[in-house]
């Protein structure tokens, strides 16, 4: 069989989201029984039908890189995490709907995989301050915002959380799927997550292989850098 075309996707996000579940669950279509901690970096690859059902329908392969680590790591691991962060065509970004620190903690991954930044600091989260979502508006990069443990969020606090992740992905420019990473009907054929997740990885190949200048998709060095004075997080 011909090789097919590929396409490099980050996952990002605290240690203990939840990441290895997930990109089990998207290459595999499978529960991860016995979930450990990643050391470094793994790589798992999903086929995905481009454009699916139309005449332009093509097979790729997806590279999904599970970074481990927190974003408080020394300098010397943020270093080392860098080299992962070479012609990206794309980034999952990944918080724990049950925890707060971890959905404020995607502004500084975001930051240090666009910026390949080994230590980026200087990110203040406030409340009702101002923040210049245009940034992201202009990143050729396609995102995607995946909340896990969906099914643990107490019934009292789904509202809360719910609004919180809206703001998080107006803020990325992203679209966000919630799940619980130990069951599959979450990503079911023909559901809306499984629509965005469809969509995300169709835009990330469209990207890389028909924008006029696919140049700009290798990476990040003479790109502008980003930079959040402030945050605005509830």
Same mark, same amino acid.
């Given at each position: 069989?011909?090789?097919?075309?590929?396409?490099?996707?980050?996952?990002?996000?605290?240690? @203990?989201?939840?990441?290895?579940?997930?990109?089990?669950?998207?290459?595999?279509?499978?529960? *991860? @029984?016995?979930?450990?901690? !990643?050391?470094?970096?793994?790589?798992?690859?999903?086929?995905?039908?481009?454009?699916? @059902? %139309?005449?332009?329908?093509?097979?790729?392969? &997806?590279?999904?890189? +599970? $970074? #481990?680590?927190?974003?408080?790591?020394?300098?010397? &691991?943020? =270093?080392? /995490?860098?080299?992962?962060?070479?012609?990206?065509? #794309?980034?999952?970004? $990944?918080?724990?709907?049950?925890?707060?620190?971890?959905?404020?903690?995607?502004?500084?991954? =975001?930051?240090?995989?666009?910026?390949? +930044? =080994?230590?980026?600091? @200087?990110?203040?989260?406030?409340? #009702?301050?101002?923040?210049?979502?245009?940034?992201?508006?202009?990143?050729?990069?396609? *995102? *995607?915002? &995946? #909340?896990?443990?969906?099914?643990?969020?107490?019934?009292?606090? /789904?509202?809360?959380?719910? !609004?919180? !992740?809206?703001?998080?992905?107006?803020?990325?420019?992203?679209?966000?799927?919630?799940?619980?990473? %130990?069951?599959?009907?979450? *990503?079911?054929?023909?559901?809306?997550?499984?629509?965005?997740?469809?969509?995300?990885?169709?835009?990330? &190949?469209?990207? /890389?292989?028909?924008?006029?200048?696919?140049?700009?998709?290798?990476?990040? !060095?003479?790109?502008? /850098?980003?930079?959040?004075?402030?945050?605005?997080?509830?």
């Amino acid at each position: 069989m011909a090789s097919l075309d590929r396409v490099k996707v980050l996952v990002l996000g605290d240690s @203990g989201v939840g990441k290895s579940s997930l990109v089990h669950l998207l290459c595999q279509n499978q529960v *991860l @029984g016995n979930p450990s901690w !990643t050391v470094g970096c793994s790589v798992d690859v999903r086929v995905q039908d481009y454009k699916e @059902g %139309t005449p332009e329908e093509k097979t790729y392969y &997806i590279e999904l890189w +599970d $970074v #481990g680590g927190s974003i408080g790591s020394a300098s010397s &691991i943020k =270093s080392t /995490r860098a080299v992962f962060y070479n012609s990206i065509n #794309g980034i999952i970004l $990944v918080h724990d709907l049950t925890n707060k620190k971890s959905s404020q903690n995607l502004y500084r991954w =975001s930051l240090e995989a666009l910026n390949k +930044d =080994s230590s980026p600091t @200087g990110v203040i989260v406030s409340n #009702g301050s101002d923040y210049d979502r245009e940034q992201f508006a202009e990143n050729p990069v396609p *995102l *995607l915002l &995946i #909340g896990t443990k969906f099914d643990q969020i107490a019934d009292n606090k /789904r509202n809360e959380v719910l !609004t919180r !992740t809206a703001f998080l992905s107006e803020d990325f420019n992203a679209e966000e799927i919630n799940l619980d990473c %130990t069951n599959p009907r979450y *990503l079911a054929a023909g559901t809306s997550n499984a629509v965005k997740l469809s969509r995300f990885f169709d835009k990330v &190949i469209e990207k /890389r292989y028909f924008t006029r200048d696919p140049s700009q998709m290798t990476g990040f !060095t003479d790109r502008k /850098r980003f930079n959040f004075k402030s945050l605005h997080y509830d």
